[in-house]
């Protein structure tokens, strides 16, 4: 078991100190060299889930283990990829890629070799000098991979990273993202809104619903690579897992 | 190299053009107006009346002392100002206890003119250089106070956490996300506090000291030299000028240095409209 996640409870405070128990009493189990996608509603607490995997937030109740281990701050064992990219904007791409071995105190010359290797990588070479805002919504995602994968982290816990994206980049970036957990072997564990990306990318799909607060289905996802999300079976399944969404909310 | 200053010139010379005409007009139209006496000689000198004062303050050497005794001022009372007021103001945006605690005294202090604490000043300081550094000091020190206290609400809490995420402790966090975070904010301050201070220097100069250009006013005033007055008031305004270009470059060539800067130097020139930002101070 790579990550479990005991009866895990999040509650919130809003401005007027109320109380909102975001995640209640969740359990998952998340296995070695997973590709995890969790599907869900705006709001259910994916990003929060996430948060407490990463270490950058603590449960209120409950526990969130790793090997085994308790994780009680963050660790570069397991890097969020924020939904936002959360690139530094006053460094290149170079720079932003080489920010973890930084912070890591690796040398200068190892520190470029690596970065060098991952921006290859995520095919962003020839493109080392150019700063976020110069760069694609498409292209910002793919430093934040490239970040993230130099630090060799066990776990890749990655927040909606597609879904700022158009349809076309989208779909390059999902095959490249498969291609990436192959060569990698990487536990993933991939937040999405749309249930097709989850059934194309995932080798087990879970389904969270906000008025639990709970991952309330998990399912492995037996469907063969390549996929392709027009096959019949991709569609039966995708139907199947539909109904098990609540009803008349938008996924 | 040369074909680089050769385009430079080029464009600076196209995005003068309109700038130097608007003024050679605004020159003929006020010669106009003296020449057919719809304005009285006696009520506004003609620029060449002032272009001959200014030659004759410029070779006496009188104006290079005034400039030199509000420069000098300036960089005490506006060095002070950023010297007290970014430190302040960081530990004012980070600590949530402090600016509960002083905020609204700040909030009163604010909003009182820096030419009202002039009798307070002279009263403390006497009639001198030190009341004058007090007044443009008072007119800096709380727009950069302010602004580098909300300068930190532009760093984004998600940047911290991924800086957290990779391992960074307090000294990275402050170093490598903070600062560089909240310096074009604290760099804006700087420069908008800078115009405050330009004008309040001249102020104080007017009542408080036996020199600078305020003085020059005034003393020229009373000598009944209106040419001389207007001569100071441009070289008032194209100092002003001239000092926020200069702090914009300044703090442009740190952040480059600092690696604070958020584009590269050559993409920079292409953004449009960056041009006009010699002429007029701010974009
Ligand atoms: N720091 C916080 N303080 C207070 N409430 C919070 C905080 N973070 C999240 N919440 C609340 O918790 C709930 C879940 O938020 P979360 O961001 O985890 O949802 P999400 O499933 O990622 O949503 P989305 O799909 O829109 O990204 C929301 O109602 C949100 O308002
Ligand atoms: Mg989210």
Redesign the interface.
Known sequence: MKVKLREISKVFYSEKSEEKEVLQRLSLDIYEGDFFCLVGTSGSGKSTLLKLIAGLERPTRGEVLIDDQLVERPSAKQVLIFQDYALLPWRNVQDNVEFGLEIQKIPPAKRRATAEKYIRLVGLNGHEGKYPRELSGGMCQRVAVARALTLNPEILLMDEPFSALDTITRERLEEEMVRLWELERKTIVFVTHDLREALFLGTRVGIMDSTYGRVVETEKIELPRPRRSGSAAFTALQDRLKQKLAWGRAI | MTAKMYAHFKNLSRSAYLPVLTFITFLLLWQGLVETNLFPRAYLPPPLEVAVALLYLTGSGLLLEHIGASLWRFIWGYGLAAAAGIPLGLLLGRTNKAREAVGPLIQILRPISPIAWIPLAILWFGTGNNAAIFIIFLASFFIILLSAAASLNQV?K??L????????KEK?LLL??IL??A?PQILLGLQVALGAAWIHLVAGEMIAVQSGLGFLIIDSRNLLRYDSVIAAMLVIGLLGLFINWFIKKAGDTA?RKW??????PE?ESKVAGDKQSILFGEK
């Open positions: 984004e998600n940047l956490d991924m800086a957290r995420n990779f391992g960074a990275d490598k996300v560089p975070a310096y952040a690696g604070f800067s958020y584009a590269a993409s």
